[in-house]
């Protein structure tokens, strides 16, 4: 079946401090791979997606991405982080092929320290 | 603002009651997602519906039910409440309802089950 980890319930950083996220997933074939922000009190908002070619995917609020196939990861980025990247960051897998199943992570809390 | 439109905001009920959560979504999309959040079983996705017709079911109890209607909007039917039905409940739309899409989420509807 498939499933998705975020491993990291909470993270905390230094504004201006580099940020990964991590995710692991599970399914028999490369999945449609996404990583969501939520603001408290907003919906979701897609930074970047993964469908197939380069492994380093770039996104909004410069935000990146890697996919890394032999560990079933795909990572998330931000080399320099701004006050206002607190927010919860979900990691989500889309199936391929067959039955339709869009599965998220249990989600990463970021806060920052000024 | 994401373009995607929720009513109500903000829903308190009782046990054993019916409620109605309504998605207009972005104009133009003709798909429309609904994803429940709650603490106890994080983010998943509920159902989506394209162009009118249901296209892919997820975990959707079977007190709820949904429609799309001929202009497009959504709506969510829970029944028979539970107080474990206490969630968010987002809407989401895209354009022609693919995977690969991006999906635009509205800000929520907070149900709360007393």
């Known amino acids: 079946a498939q499933s998705v980890t975020q491993p990291d319930i909470h993270i905390t950083v230094s504004e201006g401090a580099s940020l990964e996220l991590r995710c692991n997933y599970s399914?028999?074939?490369?999945?449609?791979l996404f990583w969501y922000v939520q603001s408290p009190g907003q919906g979701l908002q897609l930074l970047l997606k993964?469908?197939?070619?380069?492994?380093l995917v770039q996104g909004i609020k410069g935000f990146e991405a890697e996919f890394k196939r032999s560990q079933s990861s795909f990572n998330l980025r931000k080399p320099s982080v701004h006050w206002s990247d607190a927010a919860e960051y979900f990691c989500?897998?889309?199936?391929?092929?067959?039955?339709?199943?869009?599965?998220f992570g249990t989600g990463t809390r970021l806060k920052v320290l000024a | 603002d994401s373009g995607v439109t929720q009513t109500p905001k903000h829903l308190i009920t009782a046990t054993g009651q019916r409620v109605t959560l309504r998605c207009s979504p972005r104009?133009?999309?003709?798909?429309v997602y609904w994803y429940q959040q709650s603490l106890d079983q994080g983010l998943q996705f509920l159902i989506q519906y394209y162009n009118g017709e249901e296209r892919a079911k997820g975990n959707i109890l079977e007190r709820f039910s949904a429609q799309q209607f001929p202009d497009l909007h959504s709506e969510l039917n829970l029944s028979s409440l539970e107080l474990g039905d206490s969630a968010l409940y987002f809407c989401a739309s895209s354009g022609a309802g693919v995977t690969q899409e991006t999906q635009y989420f509205g800000p929520g509807t907070r149900l709360l089950v007393l």
């Open positions: 104009s133009g999309d003709l798909s």
């Open positions: 399914y028999g074939a490369t999945p449609y």
């Open positions: 993964y469908f197939s070619g380069d492994t």
């Open positions: 989500a897998v889309a199936t391929t092929s067959g039955t339709y199943k869009y599965i």
